[in-house]
Structures are given as C-alpha cells and as structure tokens.
C-alpha cells in the first residue's frame, strides 16, 4: 500500500501479506503434512487447500490437528511480523478523519485477496478459545514449558486488530455484508455449539488469573483479559445471535463475575483506566437486554476473593457493591463513568427481585451522598446522578416491591434524605450558604452493617511509580451512548405498528422504520420528564472534568442560580417515593409503638407481607438506555486497542521509542 502501483507491478506489501499467510499454513513449518499426502505434493504451497491445515479444533473445524512446538514458535513469529505491519495505526493521530479511508494492510489481509482467509479467521479463534493454560494436572507448567501460552496471545491480539471496524462504516453499509471478511465470518457464526465453544474458551481465561486452588501456585496464570474483554465486546456488537446466546443461560454470570472483580481491583490504579472502561461498557451493552437484570437474580457464592463487604445475596448485590465501591473509594478520574455505572442500575432494576440489606444500604448511601446540597451546588450535572437512582428506586417500588422488604424498611429509615431532597431550597441565600459548607468525601462514616472484607481478598492498590499508561481520548455523553428504547409499547405504537402491518405497501413501511417506531419503540414515548434531560461530563481519561466540590475552578467559574436549581428540581421524579412513604411510615411507626418494637426483623416481617396495590401513582414505562455505537466510540476503542498491545509488547518493544501519534505514553 505504500508503493505506487505501476502497469505490471504488484505493490511490495501486497506480497509480503500474502506470502505471510501461504507460510502461516506451510506444511513442516507452521503446520504438520497431512497424513495421506507425501512431502512432494505439498511443494507448491499455491495449490495447497489451507481448509484443511486449521491449527486446532473448534468452530467449523472437528478435526484434531497435530501439534508441534516448533510449529507454535513459527506462527507465533509471523503473527508478531503481521502485527507490526497492522500498526500503521498508531502513527496516526486521533483523529476520525485521518482513520476513515481505514488501514490498507487489515483490508488486504481480510479482503477475498487473502484466499487463507476463512482458515485463517477459523484457526485464531480456535487457537484462542480451545487454549487449556498449563494443561489439567496441576504444577504441569513447571515442568513443561507451555510453546502455546505466547502463540495464544499472538493470536488474541491479531483477532481484535483485524475485527477493528472501518470508521467509515456507517449504517448505510450495515444491511450488507462487511467488507472485511473476518468481521464477515464473525457475523455469521450461528450453531449454539459454536457459541458455547467461544463462550466456554472467553469465560475459562479470564477466570484463569482470579482461580483460587488448595495447591498454590498450581495453575498457570495468564495475563490478556483486557485483549479478552475487547474480543468479547466484538463478539457481542457484530453477533447478536452470540449476545443472545450468552444472555438466555446464567453463563453470562461467568462473564459478570470476573468483570466485576477487575473493576473492583483497578479503581484506584491510575494505569488502568481504560480498564475501567471496557468492563463498564460491556456490562451497559449487556444492560440493555431485559434478560441480564433476570439472571442477576441468581444466587451469588464468592468464588473469587474481593474487597468488598461479605454479604449474603444474588449477583445483583454484587453488582450494586462493587459499583458503590467504584464511586466512593474510586479515584477522580473515574468520575465521569459514574453516570455509565447507574445506567447499568437502572436498566436492570425493574428486574431484581430481592436485595440483600448489604446492597440496600450502599444504594442508600448513594441516594445519601449525591443528594446533599454542596454536592448538587457543586456542579452543573451533578443533580443528574440523583435522577438516575430516583428513576432505579421507581422501578424497585412500582414492579418489585414484594420481594424487596430489605430496601423499602432502608427507605423508611432514611426518609429524611427523601424529605429534604423534596425541601431543596432554591433562594439564592441558601444556595450562597451551601457553597461555603466544608465539603465532605462520598465514603461513608460508619454503618450497622460490618463492612469487613472477604477472607483473602487484597485491597485495590494504586499503579507503582514509573507504571507507564497509554492516553485515551474523550468519549460522547451518555445519552450520545445510549437510546430510550420502552420495555413495553405504548398504546400510540401499538396503533402505528396495527396500520404497519395493515399495510400492503412496502414504501409504508419503510417510512414507519425510518421515523423510528419499529426499530426503536421508545423513542417517541412519554417518557419520564427527567430522562431527556439526563446528561453528563464529557468522558475524558485526562483532565476530567471533577463531580465533587474540587470543581470549583472549572467550567469557566460556574456558579449555581436560583433559577437553575428549579429548573430541575421541579422535575425530580420523587411522587411514587413519598407516597410510599406517605402510607407505611404511619403504619411502622403506629406497629412500633403498640407492639414496642426495636427488632427489625419484626418489620421486615410486616413490610413483606405488606401491598401498595391500587396505592402508589400509575405505573411509569420501563425505559431501557441500550448502548448504541458510533464514531466517537469506535475512535476510543481503537485508541484503547492499541495503546494495550504497545504497552504488552514488551520483548521484543517493536514500538518503543518511535513516533507514536495515537496516543501518549506517560509514566505514573
């Protein structure tokens, strides 16, 4: 691609790709002769059928191949030769424009020009998701050295290059197939076995660094989870057979777990922001199917030792946990992936059925810590947060109040934080007597529920001195990430979908599509006042914009008015709260004091068997945000991408010390 291309000449890089992947299926050099035919018939490698060398068993492959340690250092080399030649990438700088005629050496070795492609596509997967890292028995790799461990994250690496999507890729292209044969494939993979395979394969690795066994240092532990996350986020995005697939079994816990663990131990790490990202954005991705808040129901038995309080619940106190330990013990530049993480929580709140009371009191404390004054005054999106957990705590009461006794009895002893959120004062005296308020931290001061860690579970620790990170770039606001999409049709579509379907016209029907209320039903509803409203901070890795009170010299001296605190305060969904409050406050306290009670369990007992059917306000629509790719987002993945596999590379550093545009590399 770099040559100019004469009569009769082909260009240098077209050869070298292609004489790459004739010797990544090269017989006695990358892969063993097939056993019917003799070394003489395999001389000429362009009459050789690459389909039947895959290197290993899997999707579309049910053959077991032979396998040779010098074939796996060979193709390791040469998947290392093709990574150098895809990272044209990271000497240009972030820029969509720049990136949007795509790169020229992934288009050519995923184009129909590569004949290897489909076996090449095949055996990456393969070689990734079959791997067994040092092998079943245990202490097996210190007497063994494993030739497949280095091979696998070759192999990993390449795959999420090549399923790097064009920038230029829009929605008028989508209906037909990708010009990238990988992403091609990718898309039309379809058997459950296939799936399960790769689920199977994604799962086993990323459990693999956080397995505890009673023989330490037993198992082999390798280190590609966030190479890992981005392949599975490549899955989900462009199959979403694959995304059902996960999601219909409670194997999607499998990935939730070690997610959750990693955001858990990366939050106060510095390094490890776009860490932080990537398991955010595949648990809102993952949200916004109604069948992820289902299997967080399940039971949740700790597996992997975390810092975080011991509680006895489902998986979605563990989510709710680890998230509040994400916002309060996080570091600053965390901050603007807040309004991410409660968009995971609302989405999946219409769906949870009980909560442990360790979950309820951090999402009280949550409700508790953003809904201060100083903290609303501190900042001009701040209040959005509280809308945020007011719409989850809607959800909870008005369709799963039955099962969440733990949750509305923590309401009722805080219902004075309800009750003063209802009383903000807006007079611009108060507002001026807010901002001189000492400003308090978002950690909690003490709780009647001891939040002692589990047992061999190590602290999140910040990065070392002299860690070097990769920059990231800015990210779209969340509601640029997301669409309303309703969880239930409104009368007003159902009647536009009858005349649809009434409809014989084909053009109709298209235009019902083009305006939205077939491919996104919730886009014209009535939806709650606040949720067009909802915004928040640019994304950003580097000079966040802080939510806390530190804020103060920012946004241009921002100052808040009289008139701003009304505009939106008037709009705080707080009706179904307080008239909650308003019918069982009465009849715990009246319980109380007839029975002389001060063992909760007494009104646990009550509230459980208690309804509120016919009492609270109609209920609101269930209004599902799903994450909804573009530009911006397909730039930061890119950026992200590369600045993991720069900083991997390690030995050799192919890339140190060159003129790397994409991104800076900084030490801590």
């Known amino acids: 691609p770099g040559m100019k291309e004469g009569a009769d000449q082909t260009p240098l890089a077209n050869s070298l790709l292609l004489a790459i992947s004739d010797l990544l299926f090269c017989p006695e050099f990358t892969v063993s002769s097939s056993g019917n035919k003799s070394r003489d018939e395999v001389d000429e490698l362009i009459n050789l059928d690459s389909c039947e060398y895959i290197w290993e068993k899997g999707v579309g492959f049910a053959q077991t191949p032979s396998q040779a340690p010098q074939h796996h250092s060979n193709r390791m080399e040469l998947l290392r030769l093709l990574l150098t030649c895809f990272s044209e990438s990271i000497y240009l700088p972030p820029l969509s424009d720049v990136h949007a005629s795509g790169n020229r050496w992934v288009q050519l070795f995923t184009s129909p020009e590569n004949r290897h492609a489909l076996p090449m596509f095949t055996s990456l997967i393969n070689t990734v998701c079959g791997y067994q890292p040092g092998g079943i028995l245990p202490y097996n790799h210190l007497i063994w050295t494993d030739s497949k461990e280095r091979l696998v994250e070759m192999a990993l690496q390449v795959l999420v290059v090549t399923l790097d999507q064009d920038l230029s890729y829009d929605a008028d292209q989508a209906d037909g197939p990708p010009d990238n044969l990988f992403l091609n494939y990718l898309s039309r993979i379809h058997r459950d076995e296939d799936f399960q395979f790769m689920l199977s394969g994604i799962t086993r690795l990323l459990m693999n660094p956080l397995a505890q066994t009673y023989l330490p240092g037993s198992q082999r532990k390798v280190h590609f989870h966030q190479e890992l996350l981005l392949f599975f986020w490549k899955l989900c995005e462009h199959n979403r057979k694959f995304m059902f697939h996960v999601l219909k079994s409670s194997d999607v816990l499998e990935i939730v777990v070690p997610v959750l663990h ?8 510095h390094s490890r ?9 595949i648990l809102l991705l993952l949200s916004g199917e109604r069948n992820f808040g289902v299997r967080l129901n399940k039971p949740y038995t700790a597996t992997v030792p975390m810092d975080i309080p011991v509680f006895s619940g489902s998986h979605a106190d563990l989510l709710i946990i680890v998230f509040h330990k994400i916002i309060t013990t996080g570091h600053q ?3 603007p992936l807040f309004d991410c993480l409660l968009t995971i929580l609302c989405n999946v709140s219409p769906y949870l059925k009980s909560m442990s009371m360790t979950a309820t009191c951090k999402l009280m404390h949550l409700v508790e810590a953003f809904s201060t004054p100083w903290f609303l005054m501190s900042n001009q999106t701040n209040h959005n947060l509280v809308f945020f957990l007011l719409e989850m705590l809607n959800n909870l ?3 799963q109040f039955d099962g969440n006794s733990n949750l509305v009895y923590t309401m009722i002893r805080k219902r004075t934080v309800f009750h003063q959120l209802a009383n903000l004062p807006a007079d611009c005296s108060s507002i001026h007597k807010t901002g001189k308020k000492s400003k308090k931290p978002l950690t909690r001061k003490s709780s009647h529920i001891d939040d002692e860690s589990m047992e061999g579970s190590l602290p999140a620790r910040p990065a070392e001195p002299g860690t070097l990170k990769a920059s990231l770039m800015k990210l779209p606001r969340i509601e640029s990430l997301t669409e309303g999409v309703s969880a239930h049709p409104s009368q007003r579509q ?23 209320s077939l491919v996104q039903p919730g886009a014209d509803m009535n939806r709650s006042e606040t949720s067009d409203k909802i915004v928040s901070d640019t994304m950003e890795e580097k000079d966040a914009t802080p939510v806390g009170p530190d804020s103060s010299s920012t946004a241009d001296e921002w100052a808040p008015t009289s008139e701003w605190v009304s505009s939106w305060k008037n709009q705080l969904p707080l009706q179904t709260v307080m008239r909650m409050l308003q019918v069982l406050v009465p009849q715990v306290e009246k319980m109380c004091i007839d029975k002389g009670l001060t063992d909760e369990s007494e009104i ?9 059917v016919g009492l609270l306000p109609v ?3 269930i209004l599902i945000r799903r994450y909804q790719a573009n530009q911006g987002t397909a730039m930061w993945f890119r950026t992200y991408m590369w600045g993991v596999l720069y900083l991997r590379t390690t030995d050799p550093a192919i890339w140190f010390d060159t003129e790397v545009k994409l991104f800076q590399v900084q030490r801590i």
Request: glycine share 6%.
């Open 604 to 612: 646990l007992r009550f509230l459980q068997n208690g309804t509120l």
């Open 397 to 399: 009461i008005q369709y």
């Open 273 to 281: 922001v776009g860490l932080m990202h990537i398991g955010v954005f």
């Open 333 to 335: 530049r965390l901050q």
């Open 494 to 516: 159902l009647d536009r979908l009858t005349k649809a379907l009434d409809s014989s016209s084909l053009e109709s029907s298209k235009s019902l599509t083009s305006e939205g």
């Open 619 to 621: 209920p609101h629509p």
């Open 262 to 269: 990693y955001l858990n131990d990366a939050r106060a790490d």
